[in-house]
């Protein structure tokens, strides 16, 4: 059973930095084999692609919208993915969601919803102006 806990949203200015965690349970010794993606979601819109990294290669991506400003790390140890969020804006107000490919994310589904099999429950990230 896969199990995936974000932390770290909350309310900022617009120019501060956020980093989100997820946690994740995992099959023993399954990890280092993932994809993880982040997405979000603001009200009203459709959830869209943040970025994701390939655990087995550290190979990352983003969108457009948040290359240069966010970045994707991990800790193979810990279990755990991050997203560093620098320069926020307030459009990058939403909920804030991780996913993940035991599979490795090797297709372009890995920058897609439909490329991940297990979601967190979200974590709010609020960017005031």
């Known amino acids: 059973q896969v199990q995936l806990v974000e932390s770290g949203g909350g309310l900022v200015q617009a120019g501060d930095s956020l980093r989100l965690s997820c946690a994740c349970v995992?099959?023993?010794?399954?990890?280092?084999?993932?994809?993880m993606g982040w997405f979000r979601q603001a009200p009203g819109k459709e959830r869209e692609f943040v970025g994701a990294?390939?655990?087995?290669?550290?190979?990352?991506y983003y969108a457009d919208s948040v290359k240069g400003r966010f970045t994707i790390s991990r800790d193979n140890a810990k279990n755990t993915v991050y997203l560093q969020m620098n320069s926020l804006k307030p459009d990058d107000t939403a909920v804030y969601y991780c996913?993940?490919?035991?599979?490795?994310?090797?297709?372009?589904?890995?920058?897609?919803?439909?490329?991940?099999?297990?979601w967190g429950q979200g974590t709010q990230v609020t960017v005031s102006s």
């Open positions: 996913a993940a490919d035991p599979k490795g994310g090797h297709t372009v589904a890995v920058l897609t919803p439909r490329g991940y099999d297990y």
């Open positions: 995992v099959p023993e010794r399954t990890f280092s084999g993932y994809a």
């Open positions: 990294i390939r655990l087995s290669t550290g190979s990352t």
